[in-house]
């Protein structure tokens, strides 16, 4: 279950995201040599984002084809490189789920309803 400690930093499952993104944050200054994180982030945005959509197909093909573990494993794989991208952009995770949050309260289809009309 998660709570709120007196950082204002969620605890728990529910924290996941953002203390991963956290990490990942702390990685752009570690070693390059020992970092995985760091050498994703040093390599750009297009590295960056041709993992993620190589960790993508992945998992369709789990889902296709493989049990619930490798599923949720690579969901795991997809989201970590999720993360990496959107700090190599400088996106905050906050800003994502924030956004996410906005959505919440419409059902799918007026939410991209709004999102064709403001393209317009």
Known sequence: MA?????????????VLERLAATIRARRSAASDTSYT???????V????????????ELVIASLSEDDEA??????????????LLEARGVAIEDVLATLEKRMGLSGLDE???????GS
């Open 46 to 57: 297009p590295k960056c984002a041709k993992k993620l959509g190589e960790e993508a197909v």
């Open 71 to 84: 599923l949720k494993g690579e969901a795991a794989d997809l989201v970590y490189h999720l993360l990496v």
């Open 38 to 44: 760091r050498q994703l982030l040093d390599a750009g």
């Open 112 to 118: 991209k309803a709004s999102r064709s009309r403001k």
């Open 3 to 15: 709570n709120e400690q007196d950082s204002g930093r969620v605890e728990g499952p529910a924290g």
